[in-house]
């Protein structure tokens, strides 16, 4: 973490976060002048109101100083009664109109601020979606929601609970600091003489209090992660009795942004109580020399009053400082965090000048492309291989040989280190990623559903398909009277990652979702495994139908299964080692044809592996 330099790196409108949001806030340029303009407004009333005390004091209750009379003759042409009367009504309307001007003044800042967070945090949602799988497999989703959510509330909050209140007094300190001036530079000189001591100190807490939030922010991020991951595998963590560990390493983390709250509100509070000591100071010695001024009747008690209303009002903005300190430090931590992400660039993004995907006919061609998620570990090596449009290829192999990798790159979920990767003849690079992928459909082993109705499950495979295409792709994959079965039918909402289905039923709605696309290309990865004899035969006859006369690409562990594809893949340590038909892996006579004899020396079940044979 970057180690704060100086106070203004604490306070809202640290030049790298204006600067990153600023096109946000250009576009609240008419609600915040409006509000400025409120805010200086207010300003001026403020300045304006202990200005009616003095003029009770001098022209009422101590009359007779000469620096009262001549700086307000006209008021001596008032009775007492009438000039009683003008001070009450002006009373009232200077808290009146100062009211009105802050109110303004606030809710015109409170709506900026609403408007540019909310754009920020879609502008954030919206980046996060994009970036690579590369920066989400290694990136912790709890911290993710927290920074799209939390962070970024946090932030518009201090804005409107510490920002503006800080313009606001900073504002007033300015304005009376110059009328102090004008009325007596020698006890204006005094009041002045302790904000050095005030930037010293604060200067140092705030740096302190802003280390702190920036890892109570850190903390919380992990604790947000720790929480989705175990509710995210909920499952699992309960058969394994896994829940007094993660219990445990919760709780230390808990405590640990305990006692960093703890000390940030300690360093806050000392902060207060510092100002409130040097405020205490100032006013102690103002009253000594002023008392001394007014007996010589170089002030007036009026105008003493005055200076002393004036000097309460103008610590505030210190006062206030303090106060808010710990908010606006963790707002300008939570800031920071944003910008991190958002200066995050994606890996896989359109290239310059990449091209709208035109209509594949789904030839597939690998060219020596070597791939590695990591630069020590290379995961596909030198791989080279052609496959014509509408053959059917199955992907074989020991796990962790590269076949999931290999469609990822397909996909362009990465990009390979070396080499290319061709459809039609063309780079994949050439197009727009998000027109390359509305061509190719994918039914994974565990298909993920959304918690939103059938319908919409089986559009986002297509978002603008009609009810008649939905229900077409439902009954292809053999989902119709499953769905027609439900509680609403087609509208009936699903649980979180379609949990009130059984397996079989995810599978046929994720395979609507592919038919749905109508792509020249599909990717199955084992999507018949742990499924039971019935709905593994749904499935495969909805597969038999999704597949027919596409380039289909099927990673199966199950070689019965992969004896009718056009051509069989044998890959292990991320290189083709054998490719051809069934029957020419066969009588090759080496690694398939040794795994093919051992699992049919097995007898391998149909309900124990992935027996989808794709068929011709």
Known sequence: MPETKSIKETVPGL??????????????????????????????????????????????LLSGFETASQTFPIIRNLSTIELLTVIAVSIVAIAALRAACA???????????????????????????RLSLSFHSKAKSGDLITRVTYDVERIREATVTAALPLFTNIFTLTGMMGVMLWMNWELAIIAIAVFPLFIIVSTHLSKQIQKVARKQRKREGA???????????????????????????????NQKSLQEGAESQKLSAGLERTVEMLVAVATALILWRGVQLVLHKTVSPGELLVFINYLKTAFKPMRQLAKYTAQISKATASGERIIDLLDTVPEIRDSRGALTAPHFRGRVEFKNVMFAYEAEKVILQNMSFQVKAGQQVALVGPSGGGK???????????????????????????YKVDSLRQ??????????????????????????????EIEAAARLANAHDFIEGLPQGYDTILGERGATLSGGQRQRIAIARA????????????PTTGLDQENEREVSEALERLTQNCTTFWITHNLKAAEQADTILYIESGRVLEQGTHSELLRLGKKYAAMYAVQSAGNNLPDQADSFAISR
């Not at 190719?440 to 398909?465: K, P, T």
């Open 439 to 468: 061509q190719i459909s994918i039914v994974l082993q565990e298909s993920v559903l959304f918690a939103v109705s059938v319908r919409d499950n089986i559009a986002y495979g297509c978002l603008n398909a009609t009810d008649a």
């Open 223 to 253: 604790m947000a992660a720790t929480a989705a991951e175990a509710m995210g595998a909920i499952k699992v963590v309960q058969a394994l009795s896994l829940q007094g560990m993660l219990e445990s390493s919760f709780d230390k983390d």
């Open 103 to 129: 109110y303004i003044s606030t809710i015109g800042m409170a709506l900026a601020a609403t408007h540019i967070m909310t754009e920020i945090r879609g502008t954030l949602y919206s980046h996060l979606q």
């Open 404 to 430: 999931s990798s290999l469609v990822s790159l397909l996909l362009r979920l990465y990009d390979p280190v070396e080499g290319g990767i061709l459809i039609d003849g063309h780079d994949l690079r050439e």
């Open 15 to 60: 030049g790298r976060i204006i600067q990153k949001f600023w096109p946000q806030i250009r576009k609240q340029n008419i609600l915040i002048v409006i509000s400025f303009l409120a805010l200086i407004a207010e300003t001026a009333f403020r300045l304006l109101e202990p200005w009616p005390l003095k003029i009770i004091f001098d022209y009422i």
């Open 515 to 526: 038919a749905v696309r109508q792509s020249p290309i599909v990717i199955l990865d084992e």
